[in-house]
């Protein structure tokens, strides 16, 4: 019998990321890898603070959990160093044909001369919108380290391979589109909940800051009666509302504001919960890699709102989502209003939807991961 073919994940994203879709689509390729019977895989990290890895029993890891994943600087710096020495120790005893980096970083893990460095382009944002970042985030110079010295590239969308191909002067053949999902175990269509407030309301999902466009969502909701009066606005996730943002709300002079938008922390289970009883999703990024948010929505039969930028008109057609300008309130405000009052397009967005979502999975993300693995070693 052939030997498996050996694979090692890098710790970068189960040492600092608790829940969220990077840290997602690792968890699937690598428990899709675990049960195939032609990989062997490995992950290294102490200590993982991944809520997903902690769940699951069955994925081999050399390592340990903490619960703590508010640490300093300083600390997430230590902790890096002492995985890479750990993994580059590691890596020349088990020898892996295979090595993918989690996440970008300028310090990396020394491998054996035969093994091939991978690792996983998710967007580029940091370079097509440099003039929005604050001095301190500066990623893009740890991305274009890891890139520089990776074998091969996944990337998760074709907007983001076109991207990366055109910024970076990367070799077409050098990248592979490995497209992402949404868990339908999880996100899917549920009873309408009785005991859960604020409704109705308006669904805003995730991190808020920078090109994810927080303020044109804002604008739109203080601004018009015809929405602030009808609905509340929910922020699932991103952190409580930081002095930035309340100040803009306040500008607005509602002085009830605090009754009216209302931020909510909790795990997936949860956040489905409010997929399913939300009036509509609104999504207002100037650029997603992918975006698997709407997919969640559309899973849970929430209609949605949706800016069309970056990979998300090519990831979900105008028959499944109305798209709006993200540059426009008006637009955003006009939006809203129609699936208010037009119950048929309403309808046709959640079942077209639905239709969607079927078009990718996470067992079809491991299917294609573990294809470009083969070509690669044999």
């Known amino acids: 019998m052939k030997r498996k073919i050996k694979v090692m ?6 040492l600092n990321q608790k829940y969220g879709g990077i840290s997602r689509y690792y968890y699937e390729v690598i428990k899709f890898l675990q049960n195939h019977e032609k990989f062997d895989v490995r992950l290294v990290c102490f200590p993982y603070v ?3 890895l902690k769940k699951d029993k069955f994925i081999k890891i050399i390592g340990f959990y903490s619960n703590n994943s508010d640490r300093n ?3 997430k710096i230590i902790l890096s160093l002492f995985n890479i020495v750990i993994s580059s120790i590691y890596s020349f005893i088990y020898r892996p044909d295979i090595f993918h980096e989690t996440f970008y970083s300028k310090y990396y893990v020394i491998l054996p001369k035969e093994t091939i460095r991978t690792t996983t382009v998710y967007d580029m944002i940091h370079e097509k919108f440099n003039f929005y970042l604050p001095p301190y985030e500066l990623g893009w110079k740890t991305k274009e380290m890891a890139i520089n010295r990776a074998n091969f590239i996944f990337s998760i969308s074709k907007t983001t391979k076109k991207d990366l191909i055109n910024i970076m002067k990367v070799d077409k053949n050098k990248v592979k589109v490995t497209y992402l999902a949404a868990d339908t175990k999880i996100f899917r269509a549920l009873k309408p909940s009785e005991n859960l407030t604020h409704q109705p309301y308006l669904l805003y999902v995730g991190w808020r800051k920078w090109y994810k466009n927080i303020s044109i969502l804002f604008d739109a ?3 018009d009666d015809r929405l602030y009066d009808d609905f509340n606005l929910i ?3 991103g952190g409580k509302l930081d002095d930035e943002e309340v100040e803009i709300i306040k500008k607005y002079k509602r002085k009830d504001w605090q009754s009216k938008i209302i931020q909510v922390d909790g795990d997936d289970n949860l956040l489905a919960i409010y997929y399913n009883n939300a ?3 609104i ?3 100037l650029y997603e890699g992918f975006g698997i948010p709407p997919l969640e929505a559309m899973a849970c039969g929430c209609p949605s709102i949706l800016s069309p930028e970056g990979s998300i008109s090519e990831i979900i057609n105008r028959e499944s989502a109305i798209f709006f300008d993200p540059k426009d309130t008006e637009a955003l405000t006009k939006s809203i209003i129609e699936l208010k009052t037009n119950k048929e397009r309403r309808r046709k967005l959640i079942n077209n939807g ?5 078009n990718y999975s996470w067992e079809q993300t491991g299917k294609q991961t573990s294809k470009v693995y083969l070509s690669l070693v044999d």
Do not use: M, P, R, W
């Not at 639905?354 to 079927?358: H, L, P, Y």
């Open 9 to 14: 994940f890098s710790h970068d994203i189960f």
């Open 50 to 52: 991944n809520s997903y």
């Open 73 to 75: 600087k300083f600390t």
């Open 221 to 223: 909701f203080l601004k």
């Open 235 to 237: 922020l699932f996730g």
């Open 279 to 281: 009036f509509a999703f």
């Open 283 to 285: 999504h207002t990024s």
């Open 354 to 358: 639905a239709q969607i979502v079927e």
